[in-house]
């Protein structure tokens, strides 16, 4: 078994780097405090005596060779950057957990059939460069490395221009490694597994994820003389496609989900007509029929919007991954591996985008929850109990191993 | 009659003052561009012979005592603070038209009975600092000058170190002269004049103006893994009051109008859901009653609200002015100024606020609009012809030629 208070030890260290002048944990892809946080995991694999690999797109890896030679690694890996005002499971659990495991094997002298790999993507998050997933998706070919590090930031910035000053701009290309087999451990996000009672998911899929940027063009006016009548109000064009998404998914009988996280309102005066609004709109669904059918059924209240208010409206793709089916003998493992532990297991869909769909386009790959509290994430709340995370890391031990020896 | 060049080449200069990388014209509340706006009025006043007193407010007078003596002075009043991305005659074309008619009548030799004054007062707007009307009411004793300092921009600054900052700071004390009279005139802002094909209205009330600021608190949780109906989303209420208070005034046979035209969500991160919504609510109405009566239905829609999301609703107070009715007797001479230029004239409401609303508490008051094309203002669109503003401004000066020789 691991080593739980070196890895719980990990989880709070990593935790405290990046907190903002508020006490917020803040950790952007490639933001100066990403690079500190960077940083402490490249010490923490030096620690560990692992081969130290960072990538064109800055993904950074921990390479043990162990006996395996030139066989193609076993992966375990997961992400390092947050949200804003994060909590501090998010991904570090899962890269944590996976160095956890390589160091626990290799201090008792496991011998490996082949290279263990631990990985942490660049970008995961997508809060400041779009899509989310990227570093995971440049990695198995799903976008061009060059396009990526062109990536416009919500800062006005280029991803190539910040990784190359943080130090994090690689020599390795993408793709150098293509694993055998790649697991990721990682917290639930969700309500199911806490209210199940249960300790362990077992993800055999991920659901469907649309993203896009809203533009609506209306007629900036005084608020105090024009009237009602005549106004093309940019402002409240995007109020009403916030209400119709979000009655939409809650009339409907579907697990779809839909959500306006950020919104600007120009010249945002208080008594001026906005003449334009933008806000992002975040689609998912299991079923990918079924998000299409969301996508388009937003597009015809657009146009319907455009023409009713007089105003324009202009939709950009941000980013759009189809529903990912893992890889059944990997969740067969994860399941045997908790039966053994004697840990309460189910077999689950995963809400949130993980790295693990995009390293499934090029290797067999599967995912582990474990519980979070109330179902809370990306909010300083986020909780998991240290028994679900240990207990969680030595379900990955297992899943490892059992890869490793077969 | 006065100089219309003169005029017109004051107003395309002071409306080049102020723009920003952009082009767009920003001349804020006591900021660096509006420094530069009150330089230029300065020198203005100065090289018309006037005594330029300024107070503690940062109101700017330009002094003509004439023959006047100690008597009290008549008073032509706007400001040259402006929203963001404005038109160039909002304000300035008052002030501009104000010194054309005291510089005219000075070079004619006209000898007054009374000073005649012309006032740029500060932070009209109220975009960067509320309340509106700020310099005027804080003038006309409705707001005490030490508070109205401490007031907190949008951009956290105190009013009171801006001004001192750009050397605004002046050593008279508000209300130090009590006018006799006070007339301003001012674009329509409006379509009333335009429409009916009128040049001239003769202002005889002021609508009541309602400004609120409203904080929305939910959860912040992830957006792909949160069932809709566990959701606390602030933004989500946002929309709702933002489409409530628009569908209602549309609704209504009533010339109430409301305006949401600040947004802010918190983290604003496209994949998680707002855990707080700040927005500026803008109400108004002619009628005192009915304004109340607004304002109530949108405090019941908030309770009812909070209670159906499951969110914390607060709203602060951000300004409110009951509506104004002027003096019967100005505006009986502006329509018989324009009676006498053969313009055609009609009484109308000021849907704007305006200086003279303020000044109204402290001495008899009126206003005078010329037509706004398409009735767009608070917009680079904004615009009056030539014809037109020079017209307003022969009515200007034969009104406050009327007072000054009464
Ligand atoms: N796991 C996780 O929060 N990923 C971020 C991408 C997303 O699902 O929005
Ligand atoms: N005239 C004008 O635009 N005043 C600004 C105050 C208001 O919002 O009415």
Redesign the interface.
């Known amino acids: 078994s691991i080593d739980p208070a070196r890895l719980l030890r990990r989880i709070s260290t990593l935790g405290e780097i990046g907190r903002d002048a508020e006490g917020r944990l803040v950790r952007l892809a490639a933001s100066d405090s990403e690079k500190l946080g960077r940083d402490q995991f490249v010490a923490w694999l030096e620690e560990a005596g692992l081969e130290v690999a960072v990538d064109h797109i800055g993904n950074i890896f921990g390479i043990w060779n162990g006996a395996g030679g030139e066989e193609k690694p076993i992966m375990i890996g997961s992400h390092i950057d947050t949200?804003?005002?994060a909590g501090i499971y998010d991904g570090c659990y899962g890269v944590l957990a996976g160095l956890e495991v390589i160091q626990t094997l290799k201090d008792e002298g496991f011998e490996p059939s082949r290279p263990i790999v631990v990985a942490a993507f660049t970008n995961e998050?997508?809060?400041r460069y779009?899509p989310?997933m990227m570093g995971s998706l440049v990695y198995s070919g799903g976008l061009d490395v060059a396009a990526a590090l062109k990536t416009l930031g919500t800062d006005g910035t280029l991803l190539g221009d910040e990784l190359a000053r943080i130090g994090y701009a690689g020599t390795h290309a993408p793709g150098f490694m293509t694993p055998h087999a790649y697991v990721e451990l990682h917290i639930?996000?969700?309500?199911v597994l806490e209210r199940e009672g249960l300790s362990v998911g077992a993800v055999e899929n991920l659901?469907g994820?649309s993203?896009q940027r809203v533009t609506i063009d209306g007629?900036?006016?005084?608020?105090?003389?024009?009237?009602?009548?005549?106004r093309r109000?940019a402002?409240?064009a995007?109020?009403?496609v916030?209400?119709f998404l979000?009655d939409r998914?809650?009339s409907s009988n579907t697990?779809t989900?839909?959500?306006?996280?950020?919104?600007?309102?120009?010249?945002?005066?208080?008594?001026?007509?906005?003449?334009r609004a933008t806000f992002?709109v975040?689609l998912?669904d299991p079923d990918e029929d079924r998000l299409k059918e969301e996508e388009a059924a937003l597009a015809a209240f657009l146009e319907l919007l455009s023409a009713e208010e007089k105003v324009g409206i202009s939709a950009e793709r941000?980013a759009r991954f189809e529903p990912v089916k893992f890889d059944s003998a990997i969740v067969r493992l994860i399941e045997a591996a908790a039966g053994d532990r004697g840990l309460a297991c189910r077999r689950m869909t995963?809400?949130?985008?993980h790295d693990a769909q995009m390293i499934a386009r090029i290797a067999p790959s599967a995912m582990i929850f474990v519980p979070s509290r109330s179902?809370?994430?990306?909010?300083p709340k986020e909780f998991t109990t240290d028994v679900d995370l240990i207990a969680g890391a030595n379900i990955l031990l297992d899943v490892v191993c059992g890869l490793a020896t077969g």
């Open positions: 949200v804003i005002n998050e997508g809060v779009a989310d639930e996000q969700g309500p659901q994820i993203w007629d900036a006016n005084h608020a105090g003389t024009t009237p009602i009548s005549m109000d402002g409240y995007a109020a009403r916030i209400a979000r998914a809650k697990p989900v839909a959500t306006v996280g950020c919104i600007a309102f120009e010249p945002n005066a208080i008594n001026v007509i906005p003449s992002t975040d998912r941000l995963s809400g949130a985008g179902g809370i994430s990306h909010n």
